[in-house]
């Protein structure tokens, strides 16, 4: 391992050559109308665990097409008054475990909710939630980067993303819950989520924190890195030659440069100069489109682990300065 991207001077002022797709907004905007006309009222179940500090409930909520997904609340435990919330998504291939694995923002004094990723849970942590839409969308390289890439309409990232929002609108049917500070919150995948969420419904969100946040300049990743989860589009390819642009067009929909120009929260995100998984020139792209306040940590020695406990220290050091001030 060693550096591979552009020198640190070029990253901090680098900005990634794709363009917002023709009807973006319009695209966003329709496809929440639609989760939000499709809405349900929200389902909590106190769920019995052996924490004694943390009281944890089974949530479920309705995402895209008012499908029903499922995430963990954990709170912690008598605590009075409305709580600031952190929103949480999962890196790649996971889904929301056990209650147990998430114990860091209740022990900084925050309410926390984990959001389940649909049709994931099947590598590293499992999952609960079924993706209804991921079968008749034509080809695909194993994985979800090219589920469904034929058309925006049918991709597996439109989904994700809008479950992603609306799982920060539902915060507001959360009992105990100051829905006016809310940080959204992930690594890889899950910071791709958190900034995501936060570009689509920005008056919801008050503070991003996304560390090597995936799917960030998604057309320069898969010519810098020979690694997973990007190598998918490149196998895709290789079999579908003649679908790049298309495919590219697809993808221009889902990458979160695009939706990073939309944050208004302060923002903090992490990259590492070793991290061939989201390289760090897309990190610096999404990072070089925010407009409000921001700060980016850069660990020049790490690989995806992209700062650890370092990064942790410092993302809940950031939401107390925006969010318990």
């Not at 209740?106 to 984990?114: C, I, K, M, R, S």
């Not at 469904?148 to 809008?162: A, D, I, K, N």
């Not at 479950?163 to 829905?179: I, K, M, Q, S, W």
């Not at 208004?264 to 990259?271: K, Q």
């Amino acid at each position: 391992m060693a550096h591979f991207d552009l020198p640190l001077p070029a990253l901090r002022t680098y900005r990634s050559g794709t363009a917002e797709p023709d009807g973006f907004g319009d695209f966003w905007t329709r496809t929440l109308g639609e989760a939000r006309a499709a809405a349900k009222p929200v389902e909590l179940t106190e769920v019995a665990t052996p924490l004694r500090g943390v009281t944890t409930y089974d949530v479920t909520f309705t995402g895209y097409a008012g499908q029903p997904i499922k995430a963990w609340l954990n709170v912690p435990a008598g605590a009075s008054g409305p709580l600031p919330i952190a929103v949480e998504f999962i890196g790649y291939g996971g889904g929301r475990g056990r209650p147990l694995e998430w114990l860091l923002w209740n022990a900084a004094g925050y309410a926390h909710l984990v959001m389940d990723t649909r049709g994931q849970g099947g590598n590293w942590r499992g999952g609960d939630t079924p993706d209804p839409d991921a079968d008749g969308a034509g080809p695909s390289s194993p994985g979800f980067l090219t589920r469904g890439v034929r058309s925006p309409e049918t991709h597996y990232y439109r989904r994700l993303f809008t479950d992603a929002a609306r799982a920060v609108e539902t915060v507001a049917e959360l009992p105990g819950v100051d829905a006016s500070k809310v940080v959204t919150t992930g690594k890889s995948q899950g910071g791709a989520l958190s900034i995501a969420a936060a570009g689509l419904v920005p008056d919801r969100v008050a503070a991003v924190v996304a560390g090597v946040p995936f799917l960030c300049d998604i057309r320069r990743a898969v010519t810098v890195t020979d690694s997973f989860p990007f190598q998918e589009i490149v196998m895709f390819l290789r079999a579908n030659a003649d679908r790049a642009e298309q495919t590219f067009a697809t993808l221009d929909h889902f990458d979160v440069v695009n939706l990073a120009r939309r944050i208004t929260a302060p923002a903090l995100l992490s990259t590492a100069l070793m991290d061939t998984v989201c390289p760090p020139s897309g990190v610096f792209a999404a990072f070089n489109e925010i407009t409000s306040s921001k700060e980016i940590d850069v660990y020049d020695w790490d690989g995806h682990e992209g700062g650890r406990a370092f990064f942790d220290t410092k993302a809940l050091e950031f939401a107390a300065a925006h969010l318990l001030s």
